[in-house]
């Protein structure tokens, strides 16, 4: 599914929406061509030919549009909304696409070894119009691999060779790939989740290694904990086991798993238990080592919950994994 086909059509065919207030030279080239009468010199002994004055001024225009306007104060970049890859539909109501917009870097949430989290804030000066999102940015590095490792590729079909050799030979463009294809393999795995109606954070865009997707915060902008920051007991966290194997039974009933599942990659937002962390999804039936997968995700977090305390009739393994199964289709 998350293929690189898929990858082939976005790096041949980035759709690069533009920005109205940056015109293109040569539309005012184009322009200038169409200029009325009065930009010739009615002295001049040859007609049709441009004042110096008005040479001058086509070349201040020429300049002016060859760069953006000034950002706000405080910002660091225009929005990229019209870069790149765009979240599902319905939009939420909360999310700002509006090309006016500027993102802000408001700081690091998580550097990891292949990934930094990032909070920005994007919002339209002078209005009130704005939205907290999470910029999750793979990066291409040598010194790490992904310890994703190429099991998770295993049934991905791969097409273009070029671009497999860079991978291969680990090149700074092959590497650069890479990146990118983790960036487009967990957009691609949000959007899926998302229109499905799993409990994942809303994938805002992807634009080359860089993915921006919903903050999830409380009210205060502080963000949602980690699963394993948590000290549930009791109720709670009877609540939160039967939230995550409802999703666990969502994503089989998709034929996947997280493949990477763990306290760690779980996020508990207003009493949700939400999933990140997804560019190794795995397809549990194209992948040979499908089952593998699904009975360690099962394995990691029933082993959390238990060590929290909940009783063993809750997480008997093998009862759930039969469930999970039996929804893949697989049994
Ligand atoms: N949408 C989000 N809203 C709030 N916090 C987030 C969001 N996405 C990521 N984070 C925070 O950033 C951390 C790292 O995110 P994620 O697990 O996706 O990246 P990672 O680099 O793969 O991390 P790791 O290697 O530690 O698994 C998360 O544990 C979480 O605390
Ligand atoms: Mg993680």
Redesign the pocket.
């Known amino acids: 599914m998350h293929d690189f086909e898929q990858y082939e059509d976005d790096f041949e065919s980035p759709r690069h929406a533009k920005r109205p207030r940056k015109p293109r030279k040569s539309d005012t080239e184009q322009a200038a061509r169409f200029e009325p009468v009065d930009v010739f010199d009615p002295q001049s002994s040859r007609a049709g030919r441009l004042t110096e004055a008005e040479r001058a001024r086509l070349a201040a225009v020429r300049e002016s549009a060859l760069v953006d306007p000034p950002l706000p104060p405080g910002a660091d970049r225009w929005s990229t909304w019209g870069d790149g890859e765009q979240g599902p539909k319905p939009r939420p109501d909360w999310l700002v696409t509006e090309l006016a917009a500027a993102d802000s870097e408001l700081g690091v949430?998580?550097t990891?070894?292949?990934?930094d989290?990032h909070l920005i804030e994007r919002a339209v000066p002078d209005t009130d119009r704005g939205c907290l999102l999470?910029a999750?940015r793979y990066r291409s590095n040598e010194h790490r691999m992904f310890h994703r490792d190429a099991g998770y590729l295993e049934g991905r079909r791969m097409r273009r060779s070029r671009e497999m050799r860079a991978m291969a030979n680990r090149t700074a463009f092959g590497r650069n790939l890479i990146a990118e294809q983790w960036a487009v393999a967990e957009f691609a795995a949000l959007s899926r989740l998302w229109a499905a109606g799993a409990p994942v954070?809303y994938p805002v865009q992807r634009s080359g290694t860089e993915l921006l997707?919903?903050?999830?915060?409380d009210e205060e902008g502080t963000?949602?904990p980690?699963l394993a920051e948590l000290r549930p007991g009791g109720d709670e966290l009877a609540d939160l086991w039967h939230q995550l194997t409802g999703t666990l039974a969502l994503l089989a009933g998709l034929g996947l798993t997280h493949g990477d599942l763990s306290a760690?990659?779980l996020?508990v937002h207003q009493g949700q238990v939400m999933i990140?962390?997804l560019p190794q999804i795995v397809d549990v039936i194209a992948n040979p080592r499908g089952l593998e997968f699904l009975a360690r995700d099962v394995a990691n977090v029933s082993d959390w919950f238990r060590a929290r305390g909940l009783p063993d009739r809750f997480t008997d393994t093998a009862a759930l994994m039969a469930e999970l199964v039996a929804a893949a289709g697989l049994d």
């Open positions: 949430l998580k990891g070894k292949e990934a989290v999470a999750k954070p997707m919903e903050f999830l915060c963000a949602a980690r760690y990659n996020l990140i962390d």
